[in-house]
């Protein structure tokens, strides 16, 4: 049972789901200014071994890279089963060449970026060192390379941009395999994540080089839906205006057409009224 706690609160009351007005307008800007700048903006997705149950501490091997231009669609991809074939490693010595690869892999994709700097990159959770851009670094340099750094003003993380315009509880979890579902998405090729950690294990290169690729159209495809306000979420049109009658006042005056038919109506009504 609920009982009232200080401040009037109440424990065991649901989350707040509407999303924060300010924070969801600043989302909102955010996404538009990325869509503006598309010709400037790379979807970038990664794979790599599994992060969890390391004993060892040793940071997980990267088998596949992807970034995909916003404006023209052209990916530029960086996978382990790709150096190999340039360095004709037969398929079964990528195993014991993994390290070497690894590193002419990253060598490649650390040459894209610094020869595009600048640029904006779109992502899903690439946030820390367990899974992300500073992941990425780390691997680098553990295979004995210097990074091209990304300044973290033009990383941009679509996960947390979609909670703050739709609200934290906008879809089930896992948000990208739900979100892909509600949407109606063809997600071909594309592996979850504990899938590609059982990839990885069986040396399945060229399905997580697949799934990576699958993955940056994927998030192309929503965040294009979610700046045209066409991405079907969990959230009721109440939820996503703030579910209360100053919300709904605000929006009717931030709505000129709305305010102008209200206001003839109104007119009109005086009008009568005075007869």
């Known amino acids: 049972?609920?009982?009232?706690?200080?401040?009037?609160?109440?424990?065991?009351?649901?989350?707040?789901?509407?999303?924060?007005?300010?924070?969801?307008?600043?989302?909102?800007?955010?996404?538009?200014?990325?869509?503006?700048?598309?010709?400037?903006?790379?979807?970038?997705?990664?794979?790599?071994?599994?992060?969890?149950?390391?004993?060892?501490?040793?940071?997980?091997?990267?088998?596949?890279?992807?970034?995909?231009?916003?404006?023209?669609?052209?990916?530029?991809s960086f996978s382990i089963h790709q150096v190999a074939e340039r360095l004709k490693v037969p398929f079964a010595d990528i195993k014991v060449r993994y390290d070497e690869l690894e590193r002419q892999m990253l060598d490649a994709y650390y040459h894209h970026l610094g020869t595009h700097r600048g640029m904006k990159y779109l992502h899903w959770n690439m946030r820390d060192i367990n899974y992300g851009f500073a992941a990425i670094d780390h691997r680098y340099q553990v295979r004995g390379g210097t990074p091209v750094l990304i300044d973290d003003a033009k990383k941009f993380d679509l996960s947390r941009i979609l909670i703050d315009i739709y609200g934290v509880a906008y879809i089930g979890h896992p948000r990208l395999e739900k979100l892909i579902e509600k949407n109606q998405i063809q997600p071909r090729d594309m592996m979850t994540g504990a899938q590609e950690a059982q990839a990885f294990i069986a040396g399945n290169y060229v399905g997580l080089h697949q799934s990576?690729?699958?993955?940056?159209?994927?998030?192309?495809?929503?965040?294009?839906?979610?700046?045209?306000?066409?991405?079907?979420?969990?959230?009721?049109?109440?939820?996503?205006?703030?579910?209360s009658l100053r919300t709904g006042l605000a929006w009717v005056a931030d709505n000129k057409v709305i305010s102008l038919v209200i206001g003839v109506v109104g007119l009109a009504v005086g009008i009568y009224a005075l007869k």
């Open 1 to 76: 049972m609920a009982t009232d706690v200080p401040g009037g609160t109440r424990k065991n009351r649901k989350p707040k789901t509407a999303p924060n007005p300010k924070r969801q307008k600043e989302a909102r800007q955010s996404l538009n200014s990325l869509f503006t700048d598309r010709s400037n903006v790379w979807i970038i997705h990664y794979s790599c071994e599994s992060f969890y149950d390391r004993p060892n501490g040793a940071s997980p091997r990267i088998t596949s890279l992807a970034v995909r231009s916003l404006d023209s669609a052209q990916t530029h």
């Open 212 to 243: 990576t690729l699958r993955k940056v159209d994927v998030l192309a495809n929503i965040s294009e839906r979610a700046q045209n306000k066409q991405l079907l979420t969990n959230t009721s049109w109440w939820q996503m205006h703030g579910g």
